[in-house]
């Protein structure tokens, strides 16, 4: 079953590739391919439509956040000259609805890392954990991993994240972290919970809780995005952004990325 979306809500290059997912690839059809709650997803531009494979019509609302209505989100942020340009350049980004295990690990790889290396760590972890499927492998789950130790990750070449793996795995498995808990808690509180894991700190907590639990007011802070509002909010960010300041993000990123203002921010 193909399902079509129309591209002016969902552009699937700067979705996949905006840092918030780490299991999708283009093709060199030009589509792309994933590997999403254990299913191979691809999705093609067609037109002026997107094509899904792989998902039912729910799945796929649920996880490109269909339900949600962003040009309200864009209305709001227009407010603001910068991100009324950031707007019109970065429309189609939508925040995927993740499943927060995956979430959380990969994250916790991602730290002083950079993609290419992220997404190795991920795979590897996958063939070696995970259950395999057509066109892949699933990512492990929690009860999968019990147990499992910073040795048993060693090929993983995770360097010293393994134990940091390690120790979410087993709060995760022992309800010391609750992801329903997680997912009812206010953001201030909902940070603090996932920061007791090993080696997660404000900005792994908030992109976790941004692309897994739709925490729109999170907003993950790497040293690229402090030097992006250093240049552009250093008193802060707008009004306009509150309570989806991690939308802002996403959609300022993306505009500074692909209009030649980045190489002043990373200079």
Not at 61 to 78: A, H
Not at 105 to 126: A, D, E, H, K, T
Request: net charge negative.
């Amino acid at each position: 079953m193909k399902i079509k979306i129309n591209l002016s809500e969902l552009n699937p290059r700067k979705t996949f590739f905006c840092g918030q997912c780490f299991r999708w690839s283009e093709n060199e059809n030009g589509g792309f391919s994933g590997i999403v709650n254990g299913k191979k997803i691809t999705v093609r531009e067609n037109g002026e439509f997107v094509e899904i494979s792989g998902f039912s019509e729910k799945e796929a609302r649920e996880y490109f956040d269909m339900e949600t209505n962003y040009s309200e989100y864009i209305n709001q942020l227009s407010e603001d000259k910068t991100l009324c340009e950031a707007c019109k350049c970065s429309s189609g980004i939508r925040i995927l609805r993740q499943e927060p295990f995956e979430t959380l690990i990969s994250f916790i790889i991602s730290q002083n890392n950079n993609i290419p290396r992220i997404s190795g760590i991920i795979g590897r972890l996958c063939e070696s954990f995970g259950e395999k499927i057509d066109g892949g492998f699933s990512f492990p789950t929690a009860e999968k991993l019990r147990g499992v130790t910073p040795e048993d990750l060693a090929p993983l070449r995770a360097g010293f994240r393994a134990k940091y793996i390690a120790d979410a795995v087993e709060r995760v498995n022992s309800g010391e972290i609750d992801f329903a808990e997680i997912n009812a808690l206010p953001l201030e509180p909902a940070r603090e919970k996932l920061k007791i894991i090993k080696g997660v700190g404000d900005k792994v907590a908030d992109c976790v809780l941004l692309f897994a639990f739709h925490k729109t007011d999170a907003f993950p802070k790497d040293v690229w995005v402090k030097r992006l509002m250093a240049q552009f909010y250093p008193n802060g960010l707008p009004e306009c952004t509150k309570g989806i300041e991690g939308i802002a993000q996403q959609y300022l990123f993306d505009y500074v990325r692909n209009n030649n203002g980045l190489q002043t921010v990373m200079n």
